[in-house]
């Protein structure tokens, strides 16, 4: 598989070293390989779901003020939401999809293992610590924008610098 499209079933995309290819796609059904990068899967899928992973990017940053490792909202419409583990552009960086978590274990120091709702295990080289971290700022990603759609607010006004401070603790 060579293009390949995220959707409601994909569960995470990990970087792979292959002669042919470049990324392992975990879904519910399955393991797909693809010649793209995580990287150019994740900008792929906000073009195809008429955004792009820079405008996504900014609006996140925007309203969370997360800078580092921001997660993305691939679609919307469809509730489709990854973060990495790492800088983007670095190729060791996994993509992890929100919506099909159950369970973060530790089994490590800097490894960990996440159950999703279908019974797959997938282990990763992070420590949990980290990906319930930015497991935490996913979901209030997911917060905001649900309150956003529904009309409950239509801004948010970010605290300046040294009030943000206690607000980053929270969600960090």
């Known amino acids: 598989m060579d293009e390949y499209i995220v959707d409601h079933d994909t569960l995470a995309i990990k970087p792979y070293k292959h002669i042919k290819y470049n990324a392992k796609i975990f879904t519910k059904y399955g393991i797909y390989k693809s ?6 899967i994740i900008k792929e899928s906000c073009e195809r779901y008429f955004t792009s992973y820079e405008a996504r990017r900014r609006a996140t940053i925007r309203y969370t003020n997360f800078r580092h490792k921001v997660p993305i909202i691939i679609s919307k419409y469809f509730n489709i939401l990854a973060f990495p583990t790492n800088s983007p552009s670095l190729f060791h960086t996994n993509w992890i999809f929100v919506n099909n978590i159950v369970h973060i274990f530790k089994i490590g120091n800097y490894r960990s293992e996440i159950l999703y709702n ?5 282990p990763f080289n ?9 497991l935490t700022r996913s979901y209030a ?11 409950i607010i239509t801004e948010i006004k ?15």
């Open 35 to 40: 010649t793209y990068t995580p990287f150019e």
């Open 118 to 122: 279908n019974g797959t295990k997938i």
């Open 126 to 134: 992070i420590s949990s610590q980290n990906l319930q971290r930015q």
């Open 141 to 151: 990603l997911m917060h905001i924008v649900g309150m956003i759609k529904n009309g």
């Open 158 to 172: 970010m605290p300046k610098a040294n009030k943000l401070k206690s607000l980053q603790v929270f969600l960090d």
